[in-house]
């Protein structure tokens, strides 16, 4: 058989190194027309739910509404040559939204920057593989923050269904200028906001009752069911477009009873660096003020948007059996962000409901992409000028259609049932969303932490007293449980009656530090001074060569904790050294059979010293 090539076997991990970092070079050479057809319906499908709903979005950033269709189209090329996930689509969504609401100042000069640094940070996370820190953001966090996220996005949208002008965005102050303000409203606005969300909701409601296509019906069967999935779901376009065509009625009659969208720049955004300073009327902002003044939301924006992206491709992948790589997602959004900046995007990450859409029409691969973002760049192109006569009403009820589904009212009940401490970061997270976004998800990863890390420093420990003091930790121990663990031995072994040995179980300590050796030390000695020696028990190997390394003085172990019970009651000495000899000579207590080889312990003055290192053989008979 001929010895294989080095030169094949490098190409060959080349070429799998090239595609892992160019995921289309995976699927390209495999497209086929029947993929072809699918894509262009599944892309122009999302086109038409993408175009009204960037232009709402970016009413909920605080930015001119064209900057929602700027921040639509790059996420589409980029991820398919980049994304490893056939169904997901990138753009503004309504969380991403809020929070370039809430550190953006809304100013696009700032949505922009933030676009830029955001990618950088994702980017770097990707290429030193740190997608693993979004696994520390839990799903009470999320589900609180998505939750809040929703009655305010929704809540913001109220005064455009009214036609409210000059209510403020923080949440609070709006809710009591709404309700002040409430006979204000403005009846041609209500009217038409109502009547979208009626619609919305109900085409929304009919395309979830719809069945599966008819394959073997009639075509006039197969045309109407065609007709009506088409109705459901392009619904966000057919109700802006009804609504415009509505606005553009009134205006031909001379009167305009809504308030519009108004003028749009038209054309395509210019291709250039993001601004690293602005100018002021009271002077230019510099990099360093605008990275300060941004402050918290470098960390979260992109946290937020890997972790909303990551969340959904993962959501797909299961439920249409293939697999992506997060940390490749990681690069996709990196670079989506940093390349959208140079066409005036702000902040964009998956989509949900675009996604939903693209992989219930059927698509194939991230090709549809490109039909989604070709229809964006269309639409820049030729016609803002329709846009003008959309009114601000219609907006906002495609956003309340797209955010009320996000709220989760179950969870609170879930969590009562199966872990009430949950609820606290949960809580936390949902109240304080409602004063500062930024607030609510640093409070809840805090709370979060806190409650992660009590069980390190207070793990449980049993103790019982069978005419020795048995203490079995029921974990690791880590340096903030020691002393919780000295207080714990110290107290019962001085309240017993009786003075008796004390005997540490370890079975369940996996791992430990050189904090813990410290207070082990300790531990020994206070132990000593009161008459009372301490026994190890059912150590596991790597535990037991670090405390031989610490040599500790009268350090004892046996294999289990009757027979460190029959070692006491023979009335074994704290400094004799047979125990340990023993457990040497059976190979660390792990190989019965086992024999030792340059490694020699030493006996001097009760403590066991190892010059080289231990080695565990099997005996050969």
């Given amino acids: 058989m001929p010895a294989p090539d080095p030169q094949d076997a490098g190409r060959c991990c080349s070429r799998r190194t090239v595609q892992k970092r160019l995921p289309i070079l995976s699927w390209l050479p495999r497209y086929s027309l029947a993929w072809l057809q699918l894509d262009l319906i599944a892309g122009a499908t999302v086109g038409l739910t993408v175009v009204p709903q960037a232009l709402a979005y970016a009413e909920v950033a605080g930015l001119p509404v064209q900057y929602g269709l700027y921040s639509s189209f790059m996420g589409c090329f980029v991820y398919c040559f980049l994304g490893t996930a056939k169904d997901v689509t990138l753009g503004p969504t309504a969380i991403m939204s809020l929070l370039v609401s809430s550190y953006a100042f809304h100013d696009p000069v700032y949505a922009v920057l933030l676009a830029f640094l955001s990618g950088c940070i994702q980017l770097a996370m990707g290429l030193l593989r740190l997608g693993f820190l979004l696994d520390f953001i839990s799903c009470p966090v999320i589900k609180g923050f998505t939750s809040a996220a929703s009655i305010t996005i929704s809540f913001n949208q109220v005064k455009n269904i009214l036609g409210l002008q000059g209510i403020p965005r923080q949440f609070f102050l709006q809710v009591y200028q709404t309700l002040r303000r409430i006979g204000e409203t403005r009846a041609g606005d209500a009217i038409l906001g109502l009547v979208c969300l009626v619609a919305l909701t109900g085409l929304g409601a009919m395309k979830s009752r719809l069945p599966r296509a008819p394959s073997v019906e009639p075509l006039s069967t197969r045309v109407s069911y065609l007709i009506v999935w088409i109705s459901a779901t392009a619904r966000n376009a057919l109700v802006v477009l009804f609504a415009g065509l509505v606005a553009y009625s009134f205006q031909v ?50 946290l937020m948007g890997l972790l909303e992206t990551i969340a959904i491709a993962k959501a797909f992948a299961s439920q249409n059996d293939y697999r992506i ?19 005036s995007s702000y902040p964009v990450t998956g989509s949900f409901g675009r996604t939903a859409v693209n992989a219930q029409t059927g698509v194939c691969t991230p090709a549809g992409g490109l039909v989604t973002g070709a229809l964006v760049l269309l639409s820049l192109a030729y016609l803002t000028s329709f846009f003008y006569y959309i009114p601000k009403a219609a907006l906002a009820a495609v956003i309340i259609c797209a955010v009320v589904p996000m709220f989760d009212a179950g969870i609170f009940r879930t969590l009562w049932r199966v872990k009430r401490l949950d609820l606290v970061p949960l809580s936390v ?11 609510g998800i640093v409070a809840g990863v805090l709370v979060s932490g806190v409650l992660l890390l009590y069980p390190i420093a207070r793990p449980p420990i049993k103790v019982s007293d069978r005419g020795e003091l048995l203490v079995q ?11 919780y663990l000295r207080d714990t031995v110290c107290r019962h072994a001085l309240a017993a009656s009786s003075p008796c040995s004390v005997i540490l179980d370890c079975r369940h300590i996996s791992s430990i530090d050189y904090t813990v050796v410290v207070g082990l030390a300790d531990l020994l000695q206070e132990l000593r001074k009161e008459g009372l020696s301490l026994a190890f028990c059912d150590l596991q190997e790597n535990v037991l060569q670090v405390l031989l390394s610490a040599d500790l003085e009268e350090f004892q172990h046996f294999t289990s904790w009757q027979e460190a019970a029959r070692q006491s009651g023979a009335g074994e000495q704290p400094g004799r050294a047979a125990p340990l000899r023993r457990e040497l000579a059976t190979g660390l207590g792990a190989h019965p059979a086992g024999r030792l080889r340059r490694g020699r312990v030493s006996l001097k003055q009760g403590r066991f010293r190892l010059p080289r290192r231990v080695e565990v053989l099997p005996c050969c008979g």
């Fill in 473 to 483: 930790p029921g974990s690791s121990l880590h340096f903030p449980a020691i002393e």
């Fill in 429 to 439: 997270t949902f109240l304080l969303c409602f004063w500062e976004v930024q607030y």
């Fill in 253 to 302: 009659m001379g009167s305009q009873p809504f308030t519009l969208t108004g003028k749009i720049p038209q054309g395509l955004p210019a291709f250039q660096l993001p601004l690293f300073s602005e100018v002021a009327p009271n002077g230019t902002v510099p990099f360093s003020r605008m990275v300060q003044d941004m402050g918290a939301g470098l960390a979260v924006v992109p």
């Fill in 325 to 343: 790589d997060p940390n490749q997602e990681l690069l996709a959004m990196g670079i989506t962000n940093i390349l959208g900046s140079f066409v």
